[in-house]
């Protein structure tokens, strides 16, 4: 693949640049040249895909000190130097500081093509790696961060990791509470825009009056009171990530603005008429249909339309029960460092109870239970029963708690459909009759 790669030169002699040139591109690898080493700096950067071929002897800069400057940003850059006959010892000297190779003058093209050719495999082999470990380094933090082994939440993390290196803005959708702003972390820090700012507004927190100024930034005198300059969120995440959480509630007004942005890829501030290019991915959060709203008047369509190109949708909590034990365990292990209270044991009755509970306020609840079961403050929901009541329940008395629990949870969530109810916990429907008579739930189960 080094046909993807380029060979940036920097020759101050013109007639050895383009012979250089001719001879690399005659072989069909991509070049760029450049006169000096303060010309070739905009080009370079520490992923730069490519090498680089200088002469020693520059105006200005020379090649050392070039070399030197290079491999501090960079120690796997391949930097092949171009020597005259006098240069022998300081050729030698560059091998030692970290340089590739070195071409001494009067040399062949087809030398020259050899030596990019070998410098080229080598840094592709680099940029692969560096590529892979990117990836691994990513997948592994959405891992950690993105708990639960139910079908949902794989695919919620495969989604991810397939999105994350992507230039698409994102909208999230999920119930409150369950991990919007968590999800759109994750897709900062797992993609190549993780070393720019993360900026986080919360829609609904801001005033209308105080919104244009604070997303777009401002001018000195723009409006009474702006005594200076203002750079606002969109700005400061030039280079990375905008959250928007609740961004049904950004005003209509906003809305327009924000969009001509997404589309243009430029800003005013408040008070000017100069455009600012900007380089941020929009990451926006909802928990409202912003379809449903987009034809009843209250959201922009054409906004909506632009922001839902790539969707996630979150899967609440009640639908991934078999990831509760997991969480609850993650968060006492958490709630008990933070206030520095012992890990509370298992408890088999109060793990049935959490599983039988809908999870109205979803994964922020459940840490909230976590936090109040580290304190020894375990009122509120899901109940847990008598605290005083510490007895060891035989295994029995125990799984059967768990299961009517289970059972109850079903019938209500489907409406007492034992149809419904069955499919959903994977019985048959004899079963499941059964075990509503034995567990007296025939009253939840009266569909």
Known sequence: MTDALKVLIIEDDPDVRLGCEEALQLEGILTDSVASAEAARPLLGKDFRGVIVSDIRLPRMDGMTFLREVLAVDPQLPVVLITGHGDISMA??????????????????????????????????????????????????????????????????????????????????????????????????????????????????????????????????????????????????????????????????????????????????????????????????????????????????????????????????RERREDIPLLFQHFLLQAAARHGRPVPADDAARTGQLMAYHWPGNVRELRNVADRCVLGIESGAPPFGNEADDRVRPLAETVNAFERALIADALRRHHGSLARSAEALGLAKTTLHDKIRKYGLSEIGAG
């Open 92 to 317: 030698v000297q560059a091998m030692k500081d970290g340089a590739h190779d070195f071409i001494q003058k009067p040399f062949s093209p087809e030398y020259l093509v050899e030596v990019v050719r070998r410098a080229l495999e080598k840094r592709q082999l680099t940029l692969e790696v560096r590529d892979l470990r990117n990836r691994l380094d990513g997948r592994d933090q959405i891992e950690a961060r993105l708990i639960g082994n139910a079908d949902g939440m794989r695919k919620l993390r495969t989604l991810i990791s397939g999105l994350a290196d992507s230039a698409a803005d994102v909208l999230i959708q999920g119930e409150t509470g369950t991990g919007k702003e968590l999800v759109a972390r994750c897709l900062h820090e797992a993609s190549s825009r993780r070393k720019g700012n993360f900026v986080a507004i919360n829609c609904g927190g801001l005033p209308e009056t105080l919104f244009e100024s604070e997303i777009f930034g401002h001018e000195a005198g723009a409006y009474t009171g702006a005594s200076k300059r203002r750079i606002g969120k969109i700005e400061y995440a030039n280079g990375g990530t905008l959250f928007l959480d609740e961004i049904e509630t950004m005003p209509v007004p906003m809305q327009i603005k924000l969009l001509r942005v997404l589309q243009e890829r430029t800003l005013e501030r408040l008070g000017s008429n100069t455009p600012i290019p900007i380089d941020c991915r929009i990451v926006a959060a909802t928990k409202e249909d912003l379809r449903a709203l987009s034809e009843q008047g209250r959201f922009r369509a054409d906004l909506y339309y632009r922001l839902s190109v790539a969707t996630v949708p979150l899967p609440p909590l």
